[in-house]
Structures are given as C-alpha cells and as structure tokens.
C-alpha cells in the first residue's frame, strides 16, 4: 500500500477543539484512491465528526478488512491506533479488541464486497452480540480492487461496465443490520456532508452497535461500456506490454436536499441515484416501521437515507456479558487468578 505522508506544519490560525487539537490532527496520509472517489468524502466526514467531538486521537481504535474502503482508514486518524485485517474478518478482531478494552472508541470501516460477501457472517455476528462500536459500509456496488465484478448490494438488473445485467438480488445491510440487532443504523450519500457528519458523530456517540451504510460511487467503474474511449476498449485494441491502469480524473459527486424530499444524482456514467432524506416527523425507534420504511424505498427505486432506526435505551456487549468495570487487559494475576477459596465457592455453587 502505497504511503504518501502529509506534512506536519499547521497555519496558526486554525482552531482548536476542547481536546486542543485542529481539525489536521485528525487527518491521516494522502489519499491514493482515485480522484472524485465516495471513499475519500466519507473519509472527510469522519475527520470533521471527530474533530467536532473533542475524540483525543490516541483513544480511538479503526479496524478495517480489505478492498478500497479498507485503505480509507490510512486517510483519516493518522494518530489512532489501526489494524487492518483479513478480508471480512474484521469483526472477530473488533470484538476480540473491545472485550479486551472497552475504553477506546473502536470504529470499523468495510467495503460492500468485506462485509456482504466473504464477511457476510461476521457482519451479523457484531451486529447481535452488541458490540459498543461505530461500523461504516462504503457502498459502491462493485469490486472496485479487482476490477468491478457486481458486489451482493448491487441492485438486481443493474448494469456493469462491460454491459451484463445484474441477475441476482442485492443484500441490504441496512434491514440485516436491524433485524440482527444493532441498536443505531442510518444511511446517507458519501456527498452529502450537512447529512453524514451529524449521522457519524451520534454513532460514535452511540453506547452498542451502531451501523450506517454510506452510498459511495466509484469512479473507476462508471465508464460507458460503448465508448471507444473506455478502458477496456483500449486494453482490447491495443498491443500493450504491460497492464498499467489510469484513472481519469472526475469530479466528486456532491447533493444538499431538505428532509423529507426527494433528488436525484447523477452518476459519472450516465445513471440516476434516486436519495429521499426522511423527514423530521419520522419515528426511528420503531424498529418494524425502520424495516418496513426500508423496503418501501426499494420498491419505489429510491434510496432512503437518515437516521433509519436507533434503540433509546440500547446495551453493549460488555453489559450482556456482565462483565467488570475494568477494561479486561488491565486485570492482573489477583484478578484473574483469585485463589482456591474462591474456586471452592464456585463449584459449591454448582453441587
């Protein structure tokens, strides 16, 4: 992974949060994603939402998998701790690091290909064991690192670069995630920020499992399949010596609309998004109508976005487990091993 470090001198009139920190410190590396990429705008949107929440950046911990969300998390939070795992395999390591600690603010960041393909498991795992964590999807519907195959959340008769049309239905993490458990879900646009920050800051702000499935369009992949411009027309019309992808620049895709509206997006090839933010006069503690309001979206062809369904009174992992005060890793040998009274009173209890 290629590491293009920022530098470190600051304009000294930026300001700085309660914890006495501006808004750089919260950055990472330079982006290597491709220009206009979704990925880089929710990458933004978690720098301003942590900056905006006085997070000290050492007690925040970001796990991802692999794909080109999964390289996001080198762009953000430079001075948090970060573990890149195995592709879909980051919620094993979250939960393993959250019972260990549950004093860091832990954030997962995942791709549609890590978490409703290979991960698909584990993402229903975290979701019902509670885990005290703040997950985000980027969704861009494709395989973005291996040259944009359908991912599962591609919707059923969409259509890929090469022309195919999609045959299989999509996997809708948003009412999975409800339906497993998790007690804050959302979903917003990569550009709309006015949406996505306040979204990111309440779900790190959340005490339990809180997901948002952030819609991320790929820039990469959006070329009209007809074009003697397009990359794969060249590739077949061209005697190379080697495989050397260029991305051509585009623009980010940006929208602001009002609650309980409707607009439509533009996408780099051609295609309509349909997004309607739900209005103000929505309940999202009513966990069926959440589902229900979901499913109406889809049917419709529209993407429904906002606070989908949060649990007013919701609990983590460490409280179903019972679990002491302490952080486990802080436990010492008196704690862990407290002798053969206390092992005597224990099988006694179970006579």
Known sequence: MTYIAKPRLHHPSLVKNKAGYTRRDYEGAVSTLCAGCGHDS?????????????????????????????????????????????HGRMPSVMTGANLANKNLVYMG???????????????????????????????????????????ATADKG???????????ESIDLVSLAILMGATFVGRSFSGDKHQLVPLIKAAMDH??????????????????????KSYDYVREH???LNRIDFIESRDEIT??????????????????????????????SDKVAAMKRVQEGMQEGEVVTGLLYVDPSPKD????????????????????????AALDRINAGLR
């Not at 975290?126 to 944009?148: A, E, F, P, Q």
């Not at 005490?207 to 003697?228: E, M, Q, R």
């Not at 179903?320 to 002798?339: E, F, I, S």
Request: net charge negative.
């Open 255 to 284: 929208t602001s609309y009002d609650p309980g509206s409707v607009t439509t997006v533009q996408q780099h090839d051609g295609s309509l998004l349909r997004l309607r933010k739900l209005g103000e006069d929505y309940d999202p």
């Open 317 to 340: 992992l460490h409280h179903h487990l019972n679990t002491v005060d302490a952080a486990l890793n802080t436990l010492g040998d008196a704690d862990l091993c407290p002798g053969p």
């Open 238 to 240: 061209n005697e190379a």
């Open 207 to 228: 005490k339990g499992a809180a997901f948002l499935d952030v819609i991320s369009p790929c820039v990469a992949f959006n070329n009209h399949p007809g074009s003697t």
């Open 158 to 168: 969409s259509i890929s670069k090469k022309g195919v049309a999609n045959s299989d």
């Open 109 to 151: 960041v995942s791709g549609d290909g890590d978490s409703a393909s290979i991960g698909l498991g584990q993402f229903a795992h975290i979701m019902r064991r509670g885990v005290n964590m703040t997950y985000i999807v980027m969704n861009n519907g494709v395989y973005g690192l291996t040259k944009g195959q359908f991912s």
């Open 42 to 86: 929710i990458s933004a949107a978690i720098i301003q939402a942590s900056y905006e929440l006085d997070v000290l950046p050492h007690q925040i911990a970001k796990l991802s998998g692999i794909g080109c969300s999964s390289k996001a998390p080198t762009y953000f939070l430079g001075a948090s701790h970060g573990f890149n795992t195995v």
